[in-house]
């Protein structure tokens, strides 16, 4: 699904009476989309940073900084910053160890407890203060010009109108406040990674198809000790990743927010490809199987390319090849 362009209400519809939690009991595959969104990462909260290899160390700090610093110059200081869709606290956590943040009182939202509860832990782990609330992305629960910056990574695909959104931040931003959305999946990037992680899935039932090797495939969650409602959650994945986008039409809704100084830069292609070939490997195979050297040259790997995506790839290819979008925009003084 792409995201189009769409004429913005001056502020969001209130939206704290929609549903953000399942009723006890209820079927998640029936529950409305907001719903689903928070059950499904309340679920995942307990093992979200294992499945995507999230740390707080030199390799995710690094990750998170190279990110910012694409669209944010070294020097820029901001004294209040809100994550949206927060997740474990990833991006702003990391931002926060690698000094983008410094002297900044962090907040951090999301729709999901559990990931909140997460992210909170986290910063306390690494020494820090965050202020997390409960809410919905295309409803903050904040008030009008609260923040010098407004972070999100891997969010908006999620949301049911990310121009909702955009419009909020655009309220709980100070005049010169400065928006950052990273992570994000391109319309033809996201086509190319699911033709690599298509290819790869069948390469590795094939190989392990053999009489054998059958035993290096992972067991399913049922399998694995999981309940039956563990199996329906887990099926929810690809339920709640809702959107592509293309670039332009990043740009053009950003415009329509009210925003300024609006640019959408792309990246990760050949490294995508790679990164997403391992997961792929790492997903299906038994756990345990792949050690620290497997880790390590996943790592070295992914750095490599990424380099070359960088300093040559980006030069000729279009960048809505690559698989993943960063926005940056700046809030206007007024007139």
């Known amino acids: 699904m792409t995201a189009e362009p769409v004429e913005l209400p001056d502020r969001a519809p209130d939206l704290a ?3 953000v939690a399942p009723v006890p009991g209820a079927d998640p595959r029936t529950l409305d989309v907001k719903a ?8 995942e909260s307990r093992t979200y940073e294992d499945k995507f290899a999230i740390s707080y160390d030199e390799r995710c700090i690094t990750y998170a900084s190279e990110r910012f610093r694409k669209v944010v110059p070294d020097g820029a200081g ?3 910053v809100l994550e949206i869709g927060a997740g474990t606290g990833f991006f ?10 410094d002297g900044a009182d962090l907040h951090a939202t999301d729709i999901s407890d559990g990931m909140l509860e997460v992210c909170a832990s986290n ?12 809410g919905d992305a295309e409803a903050l629960p904040y008030d009008d010009a609260s923040f010098d910056l407004v972070l999100g990574h891997a969010v908006f695909h999620h949301l049911p109108v990310p121009a909702m959104a955009l419009a909020e931040a655009f309220r709980v ?5 400065t928006l950052v959305i990273a992570g994000e999946p391109t319309e033809l990037g996201d086509r190319l990674s699911w033709a690599v992680k298509r290819s790869t899935w069948r390469a590795f039932r094939t190989v392990t198809a053999v009489p054998g090797l059958t035993s290096l495939r992972k067991p399913g969650v049922r399998e694995s000790g999981g309940s039956e409602s563990d199996e329906v959650m887990a099926g ?5 990743d809702l959107h592509t986008f293309r670039p332009r039409d990043v740009e053009k809704m950003a415009r329509l927010a009210g925003y300024r100084e609006v640019r959408v ?5 050949t490294a995508n490809w790679f990164g997403w070939a391992v997961r792929t490997i790492e997903g299906a195979v038994r756990p345990g199987l792949l050690g620290l050297p497997w880790a390590l040259g996943a790592y070295h790997g992914y750095r490599a390319l990424h380099r070359l995506d960088d300093d040559l790839l980006a030069r000729i290819v279009p960048r809505e090849a690559f698989y993943n979008l960063i926005l940056h925009a700046r809030k206007p003084y007024p007139a």
Not at 92 to 100: D, E, F, H, M
Not at 123 to 134: M, P
Not at 236 to 240: D, K
Request: charged residues 20%; glycine residues 12%; negative net charge.
């Open 17 to 19: 009476a929609a549903p």
């Open 36 to 43: 689903k969104q928070a059950a499904y990462h309340d679920w």
């Open 78 to 80: 901001f004294g209040s």
């Open 92 to 101: 702003v956590v990391n931002l926060a160890l690698a000094g983008c943040l």
């Open 123 to 134: 910063g306390a782990a690494q020494g820090l203060d965050i202020a997390t609330r409960q």
């Open 173 to 177: 931003l100070k005049p010169g406040g």
């Open 236 to 240: 929810l994945e690809h339920e709640v």
């Open 265 to 269: 830069i792309t990246e990760e292609l």
